[in-house]
């Protein structure tokens, strides 16, 4: 299908002059695709919690960036975020929910706010900042895409609230995008694997469950780098793409995603599970179970 050029439904396979927000864009993939979008001709909308780090970001990318600090769980700082875009900006073309964090535990002992705590950012924090920013998007016929995870397919010990929260957030991109269709408006879900960010190189230094993650076999445990999901993830919102997959073997364990789950049960009893849930209630008698728990800047500054 070609798209013709000329104001509203633009959907050209670039973004040059559309308004991007971005939530998450403190660093890792948010500030790299704000760094990549600008430098393609985009205005990006910096919006997150780690408001000095974003500001440090916006400055850096010049006077085509601004940042607004929201709470992505929170409807009144997303409103009043989404607000101050659209008056800065003129409107909304494409949303990228990349705010997300993790913690670090098992579901027997781990912190529960902490646990809680990724569900409303990684799931609910994706709804909230679509259904608030929508109308703008609507308007344009724009594009809005989900950061999901390869957790959504292979559901990890450890993992559980990030798996399932992921899970969801790709099932609710999956109807949203036949929601929207009639009305002009691309819906895309991204499904990177384990990248070199701040977020998993923290879960890597954990005391017990680092040596649990990277002891994943073949490319379910390799990190790669950030540069290689900047561009596929470019890519695609370029294309506006209904999925995008990092790197492109993800797509196809979609494939064969029912039989995941069982070789994964089948794999932990051998790759130590036992003895980390052991190592986790010794971890968390003596750091305190929200300590156990916390993984990177992003989950600090959330799970206050």
């Not at 919006?47 to 601004?66: C, F, M, S, T, W």
């Not at 600090?69 to 909304?92: M, N, P, Q, R, Y």
């Amino acid at each position: 299908m070609t798209f013709l050029s000329g104001g509203k439904g633009d959907n050209l396979k670039n973004v040059k002059d559309k308004v991007v927000l971005i939530t998450g864009a403190a660093r890792g993939i948010g500030a790299g695709l704000a760094e990549r979008l600008a430098a393609d001709g985009a205005k990006v909308a910096l919006v997150g919690l780690e408001a000095d780090e974003q500001a440090k970001v916006a400055e850096r990318i010049g006077p085509n960036a601004r940042s607004w600090e929201a709470d992505v769980t929170s409807w009144d700082a997303l409103e009043k975020a989404t607000a101050g875009v659209v008056e800065h900006f003129g409107g909304i073309d494409i949303v990228i929910a990349n705010a997300g964090i993790a913690s670090t535990g098992f579901a027997r002992s781990i912190d529960r706010e902490a646990y809680e705590k990724v569900f409303e950012v990684d799931l609910l924090g994706v709804w909230r900042t679509f259904r608030v920013t929508m109308p703008h998007v609507i308007d344009r016929k724009g594009y809005l895409l989900a950061i999901s995870s390869f957790a959504a397919i292979a559901h990890a010990p450890g993992l559980s609230n990030y798996a399932a929260a992921k899970a969801g957030v790709e099932a609710f991109c999956n109807s949203l995008r036949a929601e929207l269709q009639h009305l002009g408006v691309r819906v895309g879900v991204a499904h990177p694997t384990w990248i070199k960010t701040d977020l998993v190189d923290s879960a890597d230094s954990h005391p017990v469950f680092g040596k649990l993650r990277t002891g994943m076999p073949g490319l379910m445990g390799k990190t790669y780098p950030l540069d290689l999901a900047l561009d596929q993830l470019t890519a695609g919102i370029r294309k506006r793409e209904r999925v995008i997959h990092v790197p492109k073997w993800v797509g196809a364990m979609k494939l064969i995603r029912a039989i995941v789950p069982p070789i994964i049960e089948f794999g932990s009893r051998f790759q130590g599970v036992a003895k980390a849930d052991e190592a986790a209630l010794e971890d968390i008698a003596k750091r305190g179970s929200r300590e156990a728990a916390l993984n990177g800047h992003g989950g600090r500054a959330a799970i206050k």
